[in-house]
């Protein structure tokens, strides 16, 4: 009796693991070809848009302000085709944007296809809709080109570091540059230390703002001199670099 008890648990757990694999499998495939999900279509330069809902002309407004935010990127290769989907249902953010959440901006797939997915937007307005009951916090300097400027900056990072960046790498360096990039230089270094040093909410982990990530990058970039590929190599501690701010090292 024992066994027999024995060997029906071991195929349940068998057809249990079975059944996770294909789910697994199934979510894999769908994630990785999502533009049959996505019926609109624009092309614009080295950007490729896709939408499930109609794409208004103002994107390419849009996108030249991406272009110029991109060039304070020193990884970023305009040759390079660039796969963008407006995720306006939120049900596409949450399954396409790999974190099962639809409280984000926008999210990058740095590990496979490097496409980016950006939520429910006024493309006209340059704008994203805000995940909240409140409005965007910083929009005035997150439009929706920053957004896509800063998912774009993942992969890019991904492509020159290598697609396990997110594991291998610090979360202020990762969205600290990205935040650089996406910014396209609209960014008070002496006014953002000057917050740091009082401890403003704006510059903590919990605001989501990433402006303190960004001012640690802008002060190794911009301050220090240092270049890209010498951050990636040798990054330092957060709690040295602060220390390095304090100290108006």
């Known amino acids: 009796m024992k066994t027999r008890t024995r060997t029906s648990a071991l195929r349940f757990l068998k057809a249990g693991v079975a059944s996770l694999l294909a789910v697994a499998l199934l979510y894999a495939l769908i994630v990785a070809i999502p533009k049959p999900m996505f019926p609109y279509r624009a092309v614009y330069q080295n950007y490729q848009v896709w939408s499930d809902q109609p794409i208004p002309a103002e994107i390419a407004g849009v996108l030249d302000d991406v272009t110029r935010r991109l060039r304070t990127s020193t990884v970023h290769d305009r040759t390079t085709p660039v796969e963008i989907f407006f995720c306006n249902e939120p049900w596409r953010l949450w399954l396409y944007g790999r974190r099962f959440s639809t409280r984000m901006g926008g999210a990058a797939d740095v590990w496979l296809t490097r496409q ?50 997110m594991l291998r790498y610090p979360e202020w360096l990762l969205e600290g540059y990205a935040d650089y990039v996406g910014k396209g230089g609209d960014f008070d270094f002496d006014e953002n230390r000057a917050l740091f040093l009082r401890g403003a909410w704006e510059l903590g982990r919990k605001s989501g703002l990433y402006r303190g990530y960004h001012l640690k990058v802008a002060y190794l970039l911009d301050k220090e001199g240092w270049t890209l590929q010498e951050v990636f190599a040798r990054p330092p501690g957060e709690g040295e670099l602060d220390a390095w701010l304090r100290a108006g090292r």
Do not use: K
């Open 116 to 165: 980016v997915f950006i939520r429910a937007s006024d493309i006209a307005a340059n704008r994203i809709h805000s995940p909240g009951p409140g409005p965007i916090a910083d929009a005035a300097q997150r439009p929706l080109s920053y957004f896509i400027a800063h998912e774009i900056t993942h992969s890019d990072v991904s492509r020159r570091f290598g697609r396990t960046v």
